[in-house]
């Protein structure tokens, strides 16, 4: 009678726990296919921050700002008007939570269209145009849209868009929400600290403005950290001769924008990697106006004028862009020792020595840009480019004119490409190979014209023409071959703009031109 009890009383515990089971399963089936139907209001506030969501800011005839609501990234986006598939531009491809997009659409929006957007995340959206055919402006909104795949709603919003790029009523700063170490914050809000004389700057992802015009003598802004602008605001710096205006000792990714910068041994100087200047001037600077030793540099549109050197570039490790600058009186224009980089459309004007020194430098483009002095004797010797221990660099499209000596050539080779450079009216020389060790240079489709002496060429192996190649070369004529040289008569008997006689150019290397143009 015991063992009965006992194995009834079993049977029940056993029949308690299938019942809980089973009710647990039925309960969890219920609640797994309630949020799974269009009423997820049981577990919405648990995983409205990972679903995916999104909202129409604003929509225009032509333009539709689009942003994150919610917690994944979102790709893949297709855009359809009343059910048919349309076309668009989007600035970013994928969009991350609280992100705004802009999509330009391929035709306009008419009134009453309805666009409809969709994402690889199965996120939707749609909005029916009700405004008469007029594009309101970017930070001017219609109104909320009502978020269908994504289980929540984007209400309306009827103010400017924070991220869209343009400043709207209440926005100080609108970049796109890019960086927030450019100055302006993820709110569109300034973060920015006002400049004083002698000032360390220490703090990140700060923007530092000059508010006035300052006697600085020494050394004026020590830069201790880096993410950050430095911008003058079209402001002054002025030393006593010595000194450096800017100092970037430490941080990377520093910019240096809209200063003027008088009187010191250095305008600014830069240890670090990724330093950027552009949009200021340098006058009377003894040392270099521009001195940066990082990779990465950038030197955009800055002019100087009397300096020791105009920018000294010590890139050497990798890549660096300098351009569009315009240098005036200084000893020498530009030093460039770098590695891949850019120098293109600058302007090198009145130097003492040199326009552009180019030492050590690899595949580096050298392009469009001009160099010349006014009111020099004949007999000074100053060089539009002096060159030396460089390879596999291209100079195109230059022009280079009333120097002592146009390209001065004192030792580079293999692979080094001049080509379709106005080399004219220079005092000595158009080109000249000083040494043996200049060689291996290709050296093509160049106008070389009123130089004292056109080319001159000691070097080794250098070739001063390529294959005969159809395609309008340097002067206009129907095939590229080899340079036109000022002064040189000779015959064209089959009319193909290259005459039929070669051109010695002078030199220890016996060089000979095969294919010069005619003009």
């Not at 309960?27 to 506030?45: A, F, L, Q």
């Not at 009502?146 to 209400?155: A, C, F, K, L, P």
């Not at 020595?353 to 840009?369: A, H, K, S």
């Not at 002496?453 to 309008?472: E, I, M, P």
Request: some cysteine; proline content about 2%; overall charge negative.
């Amino acid at each position: 009678m015991k063992a009965l009890s006992t194995v009834v009383a079993s049977l029940i515990i056993l029949f308690i726990v299938v019942a809980l089971v089973s009710f647990s399963y039925v309960w969890t089936v219920i609640v797994v296919e309630e949020t799974t139907s269009e009423g997820t209001e049981h577990i919405e506030p648990f995983v409205e921050k990972t679903q995916a969501s999104f909202a129409i800011e604003s929509l225009t005839i032509s333009e539709v700002y689009v942003r994150n609501t919610g917690g994944v990234k979102l790709s893949g986006f297709a855009t359809y008007v009343d059910e048919t598939p349309k076309s668009f531009e989007m600035s970013k491809e994928v969009l991350e939570p609280t992100d705004v997009a802009e999509m330009s659409l391929s035709e306009e929006l008419k009134p009453g269209q309805k666009i409809k957007i969709t994402t690889e995340q199965g996120a939707f959206v749609e909005k029916v145009l009700v405004v008469g055919g007029v594009s309101l402006p970017k930070d001017v909104p219609i109104g909320g849209a009502q978020v269908i795949g994504g289980g929540s709603s984007g209400g309306s919003a009827l103010g400017p868009i924070c991220g869209n790029g343009a400043i709207g009523d209440g926005e100080e700063c609108d970049d796109g929400n890019t960086n927030d170490c450019d100055s302006c914050t993820s709110d569109c809000k300034l973060n920015v600290v006002e400049l004083s004389e002698g000032q360390d700057i220490t703090e990140t992802c700060k923007g530092y403005v000059l508010t006035e015009d300052i006697d600085c003598p020494g050394y004026c802004f020590i830069v201790r950290t880096g993410n950050l602008i430095i911008d003058c605001d079209g402001h002054s710096l002025t030393g006593g001769g010595a000194g450096y205006g800017i100092y970037v000792y430490d941080g990377d990714h520093v910019t240096i924008e809209n200063c003027i910068i008088n009187n010191y041994q250095k305008g600014v100087k830069s240890l670090k990697e990724y330093t950027t200047v552009r949009n200021s001037q340098f006058n009377n600077i003894t040392g270099a106006a521009i001195d940066l030793m990082g990779s990465d540099c950038v030197v955009f549109k800055n002019t100087i004028r009397n300096s020791g050197y105009g920018i000294f570039i010590l890139s050497y490790l990798s890549n660096g862009v300098v351009n569009e600058n315009n240098i005036s009186d200084s000893n020498v224009g530009m030093y460039i020792y770098m590695n891949g980089g850019e120098v293109k459309k600058n302007i090198v004007r009145d130097h003492v020595y040199y326009g552009i020194q180019v030492y050590d430098t690899t595949n580096t483009i050298i392009e469009e840009n001009e160099i010349y002095t006014t009111n020099k004797p004949s007999d000074e010797y100053h060089a539009g480019f002096d060159i030396c221990d460089g390879s596999s660099n291209i100079y195109k499209d230059n022009e280079v004119y009333e120097n002592s000596i146009g390209f001065y050539f004192q030792c580079t080779e293999n692979n080094t490409i001049i080509t379709r450079n106005m080399i004219h009216d220079n005092y000595a020389y158009g080109l000249f190979a000083e040494y043996p060790d200049t060689k291996s240079s290709l050296i093509y489709d160049n106008y070389f014209s009123n130089n004292a002496v056109n080319a001159f060429d000691n070097g080794l192996a250098n070739v001063w023409n390529t294959t005969k190649t159809l395609g309008t070369n340097i002067v206009g004529g129907p095939y590229v071959g080899g340079n036109f040289w000022g002064g040189f008569i000779g015959t064209d008997s089959d009319s193909d703009g290259i005459y039929d006689e070669s051109y010695t150019v002078l030199g220890a290397a016996g060089s000979v031109d095969s294919l010069p143009l005619v003009e």
